[in-house]
């Protein structure tokens, strides 16, 4: 259990740290806290995932006492938050996001705004990512801004095993009565990214990885449908890939 009113909170995102979503959340954070700290990439890197910058040096650069922008990935920007600019005055929690577009299914496994909160864990950090679903050109934050608080302030008053972070997604639309929270699966999806090819002045060729299309599954608690349904997708993730039954299954193969 984490007491928010007493807590050092670190923020980062992929989207950067002049990005709305982040601003909203150190916002909400401070209505917490006092102790809010903010780490994030100096630019964009959305679709970054859990990518680490290996072959080049890392800037940091001082807004001011508790403001730090990276030039790296989110995940870099964690890493040098907790062992170098934070490494004396340690955060009780991460809170990542918020996320300018929905991270359902198997966006975990691109999002930069889970990665931050996935490397947090791996560092024995609670950690939430939040991300706010949209489906058209503009999004609106009014749902996240409504109970994003409420949502946290619950969440803190469990725990979770190491190992595991929590992601939340909130609605681009309310359901009738309002956004209720409901702990969701991982959804799976039929995934048909759209390619757009395109040629440059020279005649060659270029691509856009565009929109996802997609097919809702049928499971009502996946975290997709939850959010079709306008409602809040709270979806514990663990950190450990290992398939258990296959596990067992090899090993008797192996023995």
């Known amino acids: 259990m984490i007491d928010l009113t007493n807590a050092r909170i670190l923020i980062s995102n992929d989207d950067g740290i002049d ?23 100096s630019m964009e890197q959305s679709g970054a995932g859990h990518s680490l910058t290996l072959r080049r040096p890392l800037r940091i650069h001082k807004r001011d006492e508790r403001h ?13 938050g907790l062992q170098q600019i934070m490494r004396d005055t340690p955060p009780d929690i991460v809170l990542s996001g918020i996320n300018r577009g929905g991270n359902l299914g ?13 490397e ?34 619950t969440l803190v008053k469990n725990t979770w095993p190491k190992g595991v972070l929590i992601n939340v997604n909130f609605p681009e639309r309310e359901a009738p009565g309002g956004a209720k929270v409901r702990i969701s699966k991982q959804g799976q999806r039929k995934i048909g990214d759209h390619i757009a090819e395109r040629h440059d002045p020279r005649g060659e060729p270029y691509y856009w990885i565009g929109a996802i299309l997609s097919e809702l599954p049928e499971d009502p608690a996946s975290d997709l449908r939850v959010i079709e349904q306008g409602n809040i997708s709270v ?9 258990y039954e296959t596990f067992d299954n090899l090993t008797k193969a192996f023995p």
């Open 19 to 41: 990005a709305p979503g982040i601003k909203l959340l150190e916002r909400l954070a401070r209505e917490f806290s006092d102790d809010v700290w903010v780490i994030a990439p």
């Open 106 to 118: 198997e966006d975990v496994t691109y999002s930069g705004t889970v990665a931050a909160a996935m």
């Open 68 to 80: 730090f922008a990276v030039d790296g990935t989110p995940t870099d920007c964690i890493l040098l």
């Open 120 to 153: 947090a864990t791996l560092l024995n950090v609670p950690a939430i990512a939040f991300s706010q679903y949209f489906s058209g050109d503009m999004i609106d934050w009014t749902i996240a801004e409504k109970y994003l608080k409420d949502v946290a302030a």
């Open 235 to 243: 979806t514990p993730i663990s950190l450990d890939f290992t398939h």
